[in-house]
Each structure stands twice: as C-alpha cells, then as structure tokens.
C-alpha cells in the first residue's frame, strides 16, 4: 500500500482517537475495583496496541516535520520520548518483565510518563493542525479503523498468550493488572502514598477520633475503638500495581455513625487527605485498628484507617483523625485525589 496524503491523514486522526482512549480508559480502570476494571484495561490496552501498530507509519510522517526542522519539532520529540516511554513501562508492568526500578514502579512510570505527556500532545495537536473533512468517515477509513482495531486486539491476545506459555510473572496478576505482594503476611506489606502525603506521627495518648453526624460531635479513644472485633478479609489493591490481602479487625462505620438526614461521609487523614462515600456504604466499610491480629504499623494508617473492600487503594484513608456526615452529594469531590 502507498504512503499517500490520505493515509498520513488517516493515521493522523487515528492518533488522535487512540491515545485520548489509552489516556482516559487507564484511569477509567483505575476508578473501579471491581471486574468492571478489566473492561477498561481491554479497551485500554486496545488502544494502546493500536497506538503501537501505527508507529511505523507515524515514523514515516514524523521523519518528514524533523527533516523541514518544523518550528519546536523538539517538542513533538519530546512527547513522542514521553508516550514510548509510557507504553514500554505498560508492557514491561504488564508482562512482569521489570516491575520496578529504584523507588519507582514500572506502573508508576507508566502513568506519571503519560500524564507528563498531556501538555505536549495538546500543544502537537494544535500545532500540527489536520482539519477535518468528510472524506474521514468514509468506508474505506472506517474499514481501515476496523483492521486497525482487530490487529491491536490480536496483539494484545497474542502478547497475554507469550506471558502465559512463558510463565512471565505477568500471568499472575490481577483483572486490575496488580501483583500480589506480602498476603497475610502484614508486617511486609508495602507501604505507598497517593500523591504527597508523608507518615505522620502520632501520639496515642492525646489521640481522638471526631465523629460528626446529625450535628453531633462523638470523640472515641484507641482504646474504645480497639474494643470493638469486626472483621473481613480484604484485598487493598493499589494504583502503584501491587495487591495484597489482610484479615482486618476494627470496626463497621455504621456502628460509629448513623446519620438520619445526611447525602454523604466523609473521612478526613490527620494528613488532610479525604474522601466522601454515601451513607448507604457505612456497614460495608470497616474503621480497622488491626490487620492480623497486631495493630497497624505508622505506615499503613496507625492508629485507624479505612478498609473499603471493592475499591482502589486510594479510597483506603489511613490515619483517619476525623468522620462527619453531611449534605454535600457524595458525586460531589474530584474523582481522584490531588494532594
Ligand atoms: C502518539 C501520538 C503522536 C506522536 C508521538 C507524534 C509525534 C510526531 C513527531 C515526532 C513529529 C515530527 C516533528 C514535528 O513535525 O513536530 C510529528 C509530526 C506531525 N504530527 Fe504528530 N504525533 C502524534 C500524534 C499526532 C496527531 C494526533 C496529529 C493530528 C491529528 C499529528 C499531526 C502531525 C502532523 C501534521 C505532523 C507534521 C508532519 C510534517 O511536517 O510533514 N500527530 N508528530
Ligand atoms: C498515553 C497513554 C497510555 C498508553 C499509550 C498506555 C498503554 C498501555 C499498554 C500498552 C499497556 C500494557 C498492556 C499489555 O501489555 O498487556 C498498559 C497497561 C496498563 N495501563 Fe496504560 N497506557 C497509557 C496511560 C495510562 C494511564 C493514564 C493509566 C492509569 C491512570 C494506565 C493504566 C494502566 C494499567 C492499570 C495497566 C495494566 C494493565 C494490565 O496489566 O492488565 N495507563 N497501558
């Protein structure tokens, strides 16, 4: 097939579609704990094949605007520097090639490489303008769209298959794409941040945790909380790739708050951190002081942090200080934290 203008456009416009999709289904994926989770990592990892597939028709296209020395032709380098390195730190994740090198995860690479990508790929896309015409939705481009698809999804097929017939450690992981590390082994779980929180340190003695609901303040000491024993096995899966499994002993939120008016509770870290989860999810979600049977280490929330079984481990607020029960709609908070 020739390399005409019209495949240089078609190619265009399918980079155009793909890599918002890989953008936006990686943190579609992310936003679930549930199998919901590995649709998105299909339509996630779909895109991202496809994106892989058109590499060598992009070269072709790229290697013409570095040769007329576009103006900032540096920066689509960069961003093309940023995008393979997001998609190789996918695959090595994904495969279990290379998990992590020195204090990063191949999955923190991944995303931090796409999300430093964003600015560029906004900028190149509106730098290197191709308007659309109605020649784009012709059968011919969507045939082409089709094969497109099926080669990525061939490809994904056909790298899973190698990492199973291989025995890569990827064949281990999760519908979420995590590994497993340290289950019901508590004292090495790993110990991860969202953004920027740092441990803090607290001291028991002066320690209470504020209860808020119906306009009600309740202060509970360590002591009365560690007296209560619920308990659930469950799975903290983190964004950083790793899950790991717990028996948790601590207490149901409903049985420290029930809120007769309230849209929604949110749970505050000593750090600031916080989260909102509607009230129909308190007996669902366990205040744990324990995970074996010995308290919880600095790191993974002392003196209390949340289980919430069923959802990412950024829902899981550690060092819980303080839990109110308002009006705010619980939609009402950015989907994934800042801070
Ligand atoms: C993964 C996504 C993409 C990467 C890595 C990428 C990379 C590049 C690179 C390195 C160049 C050559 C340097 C330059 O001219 O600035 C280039 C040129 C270009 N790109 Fe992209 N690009 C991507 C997506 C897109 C998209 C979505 C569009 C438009 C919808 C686009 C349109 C163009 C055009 C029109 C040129 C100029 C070609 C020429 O001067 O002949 N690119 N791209
Ligand atoms: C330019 C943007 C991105 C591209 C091109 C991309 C592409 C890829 C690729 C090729 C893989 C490996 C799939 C495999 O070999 O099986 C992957 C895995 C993964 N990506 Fe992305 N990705 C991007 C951004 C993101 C973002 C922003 C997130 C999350 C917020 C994300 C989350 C994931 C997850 C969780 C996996 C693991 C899937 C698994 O192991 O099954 N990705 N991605």
């Known amino acids: 097939m020739r390399f005409n203008a019209s495949m240089r456009r078609w190619t265009n416009l399918a980079l155009l579609l793909l890599a918002p999709s890989a953008f936006l289904t990686g ?199 560690a007296a209560f024993d619920d308990r659930v096995i469950a799975t903290l899966d983190c964004t950083g790739g790793f899950y790991t499994t717990q028996r948790w002993t601590g207490v149901w939120l409903s049985r420290l708050l029930r809120p007769a008016g309230a849209l929604s509770v949110r749970v505050c870290s000593q750090t600031g951190y916080d989260r909102r989860f509607s009230v129909e999810d308190m007996p669902r979600i366990l205040l744990a002081t324990r995970v074996g049977e010995s308290p919880l280490s600095s790191g993974n929330g002392f003196p209390v942090r949340l289980v919430a079984a069923g959802r990412r481990g950024f829902w899981w607020v550690k060092w819980v200080s303080r839990i109110e029960a308002d009006n705010i709609p619980v939609f009402w908070q950015l989907p994934f934290p800042v801070q």
Do not use: C, N
């Open 27 to 225: 943190w579609l994926a992310f936003s679930f704990g549930t199998a919901a989770a590995r649709w998105s990592l299909l339509a996630h990892i779909v895109s991202g094949y496809g994106l892989l597939l058109l590499a060598p028709w992009k070269s072709v296209i790229a290697a013409h605007g570095i040769r007329r020395r576009a103006r900032f032709w540096w920066a689509s380098l960069t961003f093309s520097g940023l995008v393979i390195l997001s998609l190789a730190a996918g695959i090595l994740h994904s495969t279990g090639l290379l998990r992590s090198a020195g204090d990063f995860t191949a999955m923190e690479v991944h995303v931090g490489a796409a999300i430093a990508a964003v600015p560029f790929g906004v900028w190149h896309v509106l730098a290197r303008r191709v308007p659309a015409r109605a020649a784009d939705l012709s059968r011919r481009s969507m045939l082409r769209a089709g094969k497109l698809l099926a080669g990525a999804g061939l490809a994904y097929a056909a790298s899973e298959g190698l990492v199973r017939v291989a025995g890569l450690p990827g064949s281990g992981r999760r519908f979420t794409g995590s590994y497993e590390v340290a289950s019901f082994q508590p004292a090495s779980m790993p110990v991860t941040q969202w953004l920027f929180d740092a441990v803090p340190k607290v001291d028991i003695t002066g320690w209470r945790l504020q209860v808020t609901s119906d306009g009600h303040l309740r202060e509970w000491t360590y002591d009365e909380l």
